[in-house]
């Protein structure tokens, strides 16, 4: 039996999370919580980067990140399913994929400025250089909200979980300046039901 690590919070293990699902692997994959703040627990030594998800393979070796997850996780369902193999579809999946990570990659920053420093200590020009990244990525998608397969892509099981994330840290925003992705978002959840399935607990 193959582990997924995460915290149940976490938007990229949320990823991996639906991958399983969406790939009909959840008699193969289990998904077990996970620390990123405990030294005792073995994820330092799973991943030296001490960061979740990660995917614990049978000879106790472990794969990270989640892109890199997703892909083994496709590979073994066959191949092709939620990467998809036509070059076109790919690269725009995996752009997309790029994206989404990215968008949440700030919004995550922008979360632990606020729990590792006093409030005092906040940096607000670093704030705005996240803030820019996540607002310009945003637009970018609300000008052209992307497609949505049956399985759900890479791409789009991403773009999900950084839109679950945000509505999650940044509650209302999304609905209010992202009418468009809300909506895509309410579809997303209404086509593949892990998404709501793998909603993370109450802060
Ligand atoms: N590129 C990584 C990002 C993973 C990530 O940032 N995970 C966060 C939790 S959502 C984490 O482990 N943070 C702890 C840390 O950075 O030390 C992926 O795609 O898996």
Redesign the pocket.
Known sequence: MLTVR??F?????R??RIAISVLGLDSKVSVESAT??DPADPLRQQNP?????VLVLDDGSAI????V?IEYLDHLAGGGKIIPADAKARFDALRLQALA?GI??AS?LIV?EGRYRPAEKHEQKWLDLQAGKVDRSLAALEAKPPGLDSPPNVGQISLACALGYREFRFPGMLKKNCPRLSAWLDNFAARVPSFDATKPPPA
């Open positions: 995460t915290s919070g976490s938007p990229f293990g990823k991996a990123t703040q980067l001490g960061k979740i998800p990270f990140d989640s892109p997850i990570d949440m990659d995550i632990y």
